[in-house]
């Protein structure tokens, strides 16, 4: 007899998969990095008087699950959104002086200081974009060779019953010229 070897799933995957899979179109998970980065951005203010780390720290899980939500048609929208959510983000802990001048400054500046924690952000959204491109793909293979070894049969056309197939064919003028009684007008053909 076969034994049926079954296999269990790590409580770690059961934990995850318990999460939300909410999947957002390029906008919105443009959007939702942004406004996730700016209210971080605030708290972090708040709570951690504007510390860099802290920031950074919280930015790279916003990309992982930017990259993670993003629907499959828009998956390369993704470590193009994270970026700039960074940059939406940075502004309250900028730190800039007075007037819009100093804000800019400020704003450039704190862009120049974090470029390591905006590259593993963004780094961390591309590798996980690429990977469920890869995935999608390979799926998709697999999709077709198993339709082309029979797994499902291709849709095909439904055969013409005979008066469709009678009304298709022109018919030919009788023996009483092309105005007889029998006569059906051609389509012109297009030069």
């Known amino acids: ?16 998969r318990r999460f939300p899979n909410p999947r957002l179109t390029g906008i919105g998970a443009g959007l939702f990095a942004a406004l996730t980065m700016f209210v971080l951005a605030c708290v972090d203010r708040l709570l951690f008087d504007s ?7 919280l930015f790279l899980p916003v990309s992982a699950l930017t990259a993670l939500w993003v629907r499959p048609a828009d998956l390369v929208t993704a470590p193009i959104s994270v ?10 802990i900028s730190g800039g002086s007075e007037g819009l001048g100093g804000q800019i ?4 500046t704190a862009l120049a200081v974090h470029a390591g924690w905006l590259y593993g952000g963004t ?4 590798l996980i974009a690429s990977v469920r491109k890869v995935r999608q793909m390979r799926a998709r293979r697999r999709y077709v060779l198993a339709q082309g070894r029979g797994g499902a049969p291709a849709p095909e056309r439904a055969p013409r019953s005979a008066a469709a197939s009678a009304a298709a064919k022109p018919v030919r003028a009788g023996a009483g010229g092309a105005g007889g009684a029998g006569a059906v007008a051609r389509r012109p053909q297009r030069p």
């Open 1 to 16: 007899m076969y034994r049926v070897r079954v296999r269990s799933v790590p409580p770690v995957v059961l934990a995850l």
């Open 51 to 57: 510390s860099e780390l802290v920031y950074g720290l």
């Open 83 to 92: 970026p700039i959510a960074f940059a939406v983000g940075v502004f309250p």
């Open 105 to 108: 400054m400020g704003l450039v």
């Open 123 to 126: 780094l961390i959204a591309g």
